[in-house]
T-cell receptor, first 111, second 115 residues
Framework: DAKTTQPPSMDCAEGRAANLPCNHS???????VYWYRQIHSQGPQYIIH???NNETNEMASLIITEDRKSSTLILPHATLRDTAVYYC????????????FGQGTELSVKP | SAVISQKPSRDICQRGTSLTIQCQVD?????MFWYRQQPGQSLTLIAT?????????ESGFVIDKFPISRPNLTFSTLTVSNMSPEDSSIYLC????????????FGPGTRLTVL
């Protein structure tokens, strides 16, 4: 599986957009970009995934560069409850591809 | 989304003993996994639990230490054998359902402390 690189920590003011970057320069053509988050003492939670087009759901937006070597997860209006560790993962879709976690980004949303 | 329960939610065990963790799901599951999360660390995949056959272990994990069973589509167990303090971790069950192959769900985890 391709590896990802994320900043270890970030701060964001409550109500502002949180932009979490991820580098995946060795991503393969059939690998998707997935984002999960883990709120303290809970199991990871799926956020969003995409292949090459930008994606949006009720939780976040995912922006993938044209060369697919990096992406950004956007939380449009961060709240204190968004404080968590965010993991960017690449894997093959719909083939039982294993989720291999990196170190993630610890996002702190501050009042 | 799938509802996943794990038992026990936490336990404190003595060195040299074994603990079996159960994972029960309320819906049809295509794949089940077991992860470990050591204190302050990210998640590490232990193995894929295969129904009716031996689990598939990741590098660094062996069946003698972490025997896994999956007798049916909705239930699996992970045993942590001959425990040492280094086994103190959160153990998480994870799965993919037949209806949502793009999303992997995680259980609440079992917090294990070995003295």
């Amino acid at each position: 599986d391709a590896k990802t690189t994320q900043p270890p920590s970030m701060d964001c003011a409550e109500g502002r957009a949180a932009n979490l970057p991820c580098n995946h320069s060795t991503i393969s053509g059939n690998e998707y970009v997935y984002w999960y988050r883990q709120i303290h003492s809970q199991g990871p939670q799926y956020i969003i995934h995409g292949l090459k087009n930008n994606e949006t759901n009720e939780m976040a937006s995912l922006i993938i560069t044209e060369d697919r070597k990096s992406s950004t997860l956007i939380l449009p209006h961060a709240t204190l409850r968004d404080t968590a560790v965010y993991y960017c993962i690449v894997r093959v879709y719909n083939q039982g591809g294993k989720l291999i976690f990196g170190q993630g980004t610890e996002l702190s949303v501050k009042p | 989304s799938a509802v996943i329960s794990q038992k026990p939610s936490r336990d404190i065990c003595q060195r040299g003993t074994s603990l079996t963790i159960q994972c029960q799901v309320d819906s049809q599951v295509t794949m089940m996994f077991w992860y470990r999360q050591q204190p302050g660390q990210s998640l590490t995949l232990i193995a894929t639990a295969n129904q009716g056959s031996e689990a598939t272990y990741e590098s660094g994990f062996v069946i003698d230490k972490f025997p896994i069973s999956r007798p049916n589509l909705t239930f699996s167990t992970l045993t942590v054998s001959n425990m040492s303090p280094e086994d103190s971790s959160i153990y998480l069950c994870s799965l993919m359902t037949s209806g949502r192959s793009d999303e992997q769900f995680f259980g609440p985890g079992t917090r294990l402390t070995v003295l």
